[in-house]
């Protein structure tokens, strides 16, 4: 039976082929049967987790912290320099040129990933914001994200701050940047289930190969990492309760 593995649904789309040709090389390199399950949303994901049916997830920190506490996932490699950071962002030339010029009734355009709203939500408690008087518009997608700051459907938008980098240069130069968070040590993390320990070993040597290999690396260059990198259980532990920290 093969492995179902997925991606926290947060990528890039045009990352997504390359996504599949890196599940190929590992199946290539351990020999092992994996199947790219791919999910729309973070609430089917969720479903999937809850249901017990991933056994490998290269997940955001937010859902990382959760299935490590949760369902005793093991983290196995992380990518290199490349922290998760958070946008927030208004439309050039509107009203709200700065965090503090915001007031209660401020809406905000989000998508349903869970540690960039968390972030975002953070950044905007200078101006005595919360989630009891904003009004926050969840949509599938960040260029969503800045359709309705451009068509003024919101005041402010949150961003992956890589996604937000992405944005065709057209987008970008009508919007502007409120905060970008410098957290640095939150990340997403390539995990698996327990019940695949004996194979952990092999997957994470795997992974750490793959920019050794030319057509390994080439994958990898194609969903935007540089390469993987080993991660300690306690750097994990030290995230996790970074997260616990910020949304308490």
Sequence with gaps: MSLIFTVSPDFNTKYLPGWF??????????????????????DS?????????IDLIYANPFDAARLVRDHGFVALVRPHARPDEAVVAARAG???????????????????NP????MGMIMIEPADLDADNVTVQQRPSYVLVAK?????????????????????ETIRKQLQVLVRSEI?????????HPRVAQQMLLIRTA????????????????????????????????MIDLMTALTA
């Design 21 to 42: 040709v890196v599940n190929t090389m590992l199946q290539r390199q351990t020999g092992l049967a994996i199947h790219l399950e791919t999910f729309d949303d973070f």
């Design 45 to 53: 994901l969720h479903d999937a987790t809850r249901l017990d049916q």
């Design 94 to 112: 509107s009203l709200v040129s700065s965090v503090e010029s915001l007031r209660p009734g401020t809406r905000i355009a989000s998508t349903d």
């Design 115 to 118: 540690d960039v709203h968390m």
């Design 148 to 168: 309705s700051l451009l068509d003024d459907d919101a005041d402010i938008g949150f961003f992956l701050a890589e996604t937000f980098d992405e944005l065709s």
């Design 184 to 192: 640095q040590v939150i990340s997403h993390v390539f995990l698996a």
């Design 207 to 238: 992974l750490l190969a793959l920019a050794g290999d030319a057509r390994g690396a080439m994958a990898l260059e194609d969903v935007g990492i540089d390469h993987f990198e080993p991660v300690e259980q306690e750097e994990v532990e030290f």
